[in-house]
């Protein structure tokens, strides 16, 4: 067969499906059709999640999504406006459960959803501690939450005092979970035990053989923080 009635070799390449929805021919990314501001988000989400916040870029997220980088300004202000979406998508995965029953059942079960949300993104889970609260969606479950506070009793500034104890409380406790999970549970062992049982008694015994139990103490401080708002509560009913 002569080169010139040879088939392009384009024509046999497979085109795959990429898990996040983008098309590959060839190894080249080939654009998704009707792109709009979730589809960016949810892609920069994916990038960070499987990649790390550091590697998102604008060039990264064309990439990704087979476009060039200026296009995508169409749907998104800019690198900061991506990370606030992409703080949303995180939030809209909370569950905020039955608007009926005891008070501290609810503020359990917010808790435990906000603390699934964020492991299931540990590379979100700086960015939510760096950042300040702007989304929509944050406003919204913000606005919810204050809402519930007020019924107990709480003016807006109180209410707001409450919700950033319990949600910083939340993102701290998580991201000490996750920065552990990058050190090998061996290592850490080792470098505690370098340390004299004679001169920290207590540091040793408290170490005993078992590893942090990150479930049982998240559950503890959820209760401590809802006994100190029942506190709050009976106060203010009695003034």
Known sequence: MSKRNRPSLGVFVQIDQYPDGALTRGGCLVPRQGLN?????????????????????????????????????????????????????????????????????????????????????????????????????????????????????????AGRRFLNVTVNFIIGHTLSQVGEQQVALEEIMEARQRFDPAEYPNFSKSLASDPVDHDGEFELAIDLIVDGIERSVAAFAQA
């Open 37 to 157: 501001r979730r589809k960016v988000l949810e892609a920069a989400l994916h990038i960070v999640d499987t990649e790390g916040l550091n590697d998102l870029t604008m060039r990264r997220l064309g990439q990704e999504l087979g476009v060039e980088a200026p296009s995508l300004y169409k749907h998104v202000a800019g690198k900061a406006d991506i990370l606030d979406g992409i703080i949303d998508l995180v939030y809209e995965e909370i569950d905020f459960g039955e608007t009926e029953g005891a008070f501290r059942d609810r503020v359990r079960s917010y808790a435990r959803s906000f603390r699934q949300a964020l492991l299931r993104h540990p590379n979100v889970v700086q960015l939510l501690a760096m950042r300040p609260v702007t989304g929509a969606t944050t406003i919204d479950l913000v606005e919810t939450a204050l809402a519930e506070l007020s019924r107990l009793g709480f003016d807006p500034q």
